[in-house]
C-alpha cells in the first residue's frame, strides 16, 4: 500500500479557477511534506515545503497541512495554462535529516482555456 | 546555472547487457539521489548518497548499485539488464543533508529488451 497518496488522480480546471487536491500519509512516521510538480519531459521540481500545521503560501500557491490527520492539501489560485502538469506530495520522516523522499502518485492537473 | 545533467537521455539496451547511467551537478550538493519513476508505482528511491564513498540503499536497491568518487557525479550502473528496469531514471542532489529542497534532473528512459 502506498504510504503516501493522493487524490483525485486527475482534475480540470478552467484559466482563472482554484485547483485543489489532496495528500494523506498512512505513515504516522511521516510528518514533513513537500510538493513538486513536474512538467512533461522534465524531472520534478519542488514548489514548497510545509512542516508546521496551518497554512502557508507562496505567491499563488497555498498548501495546508493537518499534522493530527497527516492530511495535507495544495491550492492553486488563478491557474494558469503553465500549471498543467503533474503534482507530487512527497513526505519524509525526519525535519532535519536528508533520507530521501516518499512520493505519491500524483495528481494531475489540467488548465484549460 | 544551477542544475543536474543526466548523460544519456535516452538509451536502448539488451537484456543481459550492463547499463551506466551517468549525472553531474554544478551546485556542490553534498547529497545525491537515483529514483526510478513507473506509471502506477511514482517515484520511488533507488540509492542515497551523502557524500564521496558514502552510499545507502534506498526503497528498491535490489539489481542496482551505485558509484560516487567525486562529489559532482553520481552513477547508477544496471549489471546485467533485466526487462522489468525498463523506466525513466531520475539523479537528483540536495545541499547538505537536511530535509531541503531536492533538485532534478530531466531524466534518462532506459529500455531493456
Known amino acids: 500500500q502506498q504510504k503516501v497518496q493522493q487524490s483525485p488522480e486527475s482534475l480540470s480546471v478552467p484559466e482563472g479557477g482554484m485547483a485543489s487536491f489532496n495528500c494523506t500519509s498512512s505513515?504516522?512516521?511521516?510528518?514533513y511534506f513537500w510538493w513538486y510538480r513536474q512538467h512533461s519531459g522534465e524531472g520534478p521540481k519542488a514548489l514548497m515545503?510545509?512542516?508546521?500545521?496551518g497554512d502557508k503560501k507562496e505567491g499563488r500557491f497555498t498548501a495546508h497541512l493537518n499534522k493530527a490527520s497527516l492530511h495535507v492539501s495544495l491550492h492553486i489560485r488563478d491557474s494558469q495554462p503553465s500549471d498543467s502538469a503533474l503534482y507530487f506530495c512527497?513526505?519524509?520522516?525526519?525535519?532535519?535529516?536528508?533520507?530521501?523522499?516518499?512520493f505519491g502518485l500524483g495528481t494531475r492537473v489540467s488548465v484549460f482555456p | 546555472d544551477m542544475k543536474v545533467t543526466q548523460m544519456p537521455r535516452y538509451l536502448i539496451k539488451r537484456m543481459g547487457e550492463n547499463v551506466l547511467l551517468e549525472c553531474g551537478q554544478d551546485?556542490?550538493?553534498?547529497?545525491m539521489y537515483w529514483y526510478r519513476q513507473d506509471p502506477g508505482l511514482g517515484l520511488q528511491l533507488i540509492y542515497i548518497?551523502?557524500?564521496?564513498?558514502?552510499?545507502s540503499e534506498g526503497d528498491i536497491p535490489k539489481g542496482y548499485r551505485v558509484s560516487r568518487k567525486k562529489r559532482e557525479h553520481f552513477s547508477l550502473i544496471l549489471d546485467s539488464a533485466k526487462t522489468n528496469q525498463t523506466s525513466v531514471y531520475f539523479c537528483?542532489?540536495?545541499?547538505?543533508?537536511?530535509?531541503?529542497?531536492?533538485?532534478f534532473g530531466k531524466g534518462t528512459r532506459l529500455t531493456v529488451v
Open positions: 512527497a513526505a519524509s520522516e525526519h525535519s532535519g535529516y536528508a533520507q530521501g523522499l516518499t
Open positions: 548518497s551523502y557524500d564521496v564513498d558514502s552510499n
Open positions: 505513515d504516522r512516521n511521516f510528518q
Open positions: 551546485m556542490s550538493h553534498e547529497t
Open positions: 515545503s510545509i512542516f508546521s500545521d
Open positions: 537528483a542532489s540536495s545541499p547538505g543533508h537536511t530535509n531541503t529542497e531536492v533538485f
